[in-house]
């Protein structure tokens, strides 16, 4: 029989993909849904088994979990403001402040050997749209045919998010105008010029992107690009070589950008120019720290090794309120709680307690180097990565070789693990192969 392990906890410096969108890649990669073992179980993961029918979305509250369901459905045992607060999620607009803190449990199994996986994501970094204008008149000047070029470059998926939101202000403003009817042209200029990315994640967004058909990309190249060198040197230079000409290209960046791109094309002396134009601008996402405060207070209670003894949220929210704890059945003074809810372990004294530890992921995975400077300072303060004692802390894995690099360079070490492509399964590779 398989052998099973104390779960292992990672961290994911990213923004999950919301509850309200499905299942997030990045955590599902892990291995089939599973249970934590004790009362909230799904409670905190808001994702289900990979395949199948995804129930009911449910939110994660400011205390950590949301409420308990029974098979039916029903909440119990919450206190007002928990309802309130569970109500708005499910009918009220999205919050980024509700969209932000994904935790899901997985169970991943070899021949050998079978590891439970407590996968956390929130982002490090946020994103505001710049220079939306000058996007605007781009888009219509290569749509009357006014301007071209051999390509538009879009690096990362806020580039291609933005040249998606800027299509929509341009189709809204010819609706208004009543011109869009030559919007479902599909051999217009933006539909028929090749659309670079880097990467599988970039690919799949620009390739589904719900724009008019004459601003919906039909050639996407560079899926299989791992990042903006690959994607320079194995694409773009093959396509320049192909045209036999000079080419000029739309490169939509961010503030952050890494030059690699065009510090390739001009080592190979490419005949082509980009035209740069800067679309978003990144800063510190504002609710980091308070989202690493939250994963290190909620980490003691679904990492034990023994899934009887893991407390949940809830518990800890009956303790605030008042309730006794014997063991884990609360207790009221004037009534008893149903006992059907409870998973009932034997009977610990209160004598016999001990309040969980602030602990730490035992990896944290970095996507960016932009990312990892904001991240760095909270990071190095609560002691989960030590510069330059690489046994010490969280283990480190990173995307790519650009952030690998800057691991060596900001933290004094090498990398315990890196994702050769970035892809889910990449991540996950790497990370099992050193357990």
């Not at 000047?141 to 690096?155: A, C, K, M, Q, W």
């Not at 990309?217 to 000409?245: F, M, Y």
């Not at 008893?336 to 998973?343: G, I, P, S």
């Amino acid at each position: 029989m398989p052998h099973r392990s104390k779960p292992v906890s990672v961290l994911l410096l990213r923004q999950p993909v919301s509850v309200l969108q499905g299942t997030d890649p990045y955590h599902d990669t892990f291995g089939p849904f599973c249970l934590p073992s004790f009362e909230l179980s799904a409670l905190d993961t808001r994702s289900s088994t990979p395949g199948s029918p995804r129930s009911e979305p449910q939110q994660q509250s400011a205390w950590g979990d949301i409420c308990y369901r029974t098979a039916s459905g029903n909440e119990k045992g919450l206190d007002n403001s928990a309802k309130e607060e569970l109500n708005s999620a499910r009918t009220g607009p999205e919050s980024t402040s509700k969209h932000d803190y994904l935790m899901t449990h997985h169970m991943y199994s070899t021949e050998s050997n079978q590891r439970e996986f407590c996968i956390t994501s929130f982002p490090i970094l946020t994103h505001q749209t710049v220079h939306i204008n000058e996007l605007e008149g781009i888009i219509h000047r290569v749509h009357e045919r006014s301007t071209s070029f051999d390509g538009i470059v879009l690096p990362s998926q806020r580039a291609a998010q933005a040249y998606h939101d800027t299509c929509i202000r341009v189709y809204q403003q010819m609706a208004s105008q009543g011109n869009h009817n030559n919007l479902s042209n599909t051999s217009s200029a933006w539909s028929s010029m090749p659309f670079y990315v880097v990467g599988p994640a970039t690919a799949k967004y620009v390739r589904e992107m719900a724009v008019p058909a004459a601003f919906k990309p039909s050639h996407v190249r560079g899926e299989q690009a791992g990042n903006a060198e690959s994607l320079a040197r194995d694409v773009i230079l093959k396509d320049i070589h192909t045209l036999g000409k000079p080419c000029e290209f739309l490169y939509l960046v961010g503030d952050k950008r890494s030059s690699s791109l065009l510090d390739t094309l001009r080592a190979h002396h490419a005949p082509a120019a980009l035209h740069e134009l800067l679309v978003y601008e990144t800063s510190k996402h504002p609710r980091f720290e308070a989202n690493c405060a939250l994963l290190e207070r909620d980490l003691p209670e679904h990492m034990s090794t023994a899934s009887s003894s893991r407390p949940s949220s809830f518990s800890s929210q009956l303790r605030r309120e008042g309730l006794v704890m014997t063991g884990y059945e609360p207790v009221a003074a004037e009534h008893e709680l149903e006992t059907d809810l409870w998973l009932r372990p034997p009977i610990q004294s209160m004598e016999s307690f001990q309040p969980p530890q602030p602990a730490q992921p035992n990896w944290i995975v970095f996507f960016s180097p932009s990312g990892g400077n904001y991240a760095l300072p909270e990071l190095t303060q609560r002691r989960w990565i030590v510069p330059f004692e690489r046994e010490t802390g969280s283990k480190v894995a990173c995307i790519g070789a650009t952030t690998a690099q800057w691991v060596r360079q900001n933290l004094g070490f090498e990398p315990h693990a890196i994702a050769a492509r970035p892809t889910p399964d990449a991540l996950r590779s790497c990370i099992t192969a050193t357990i």
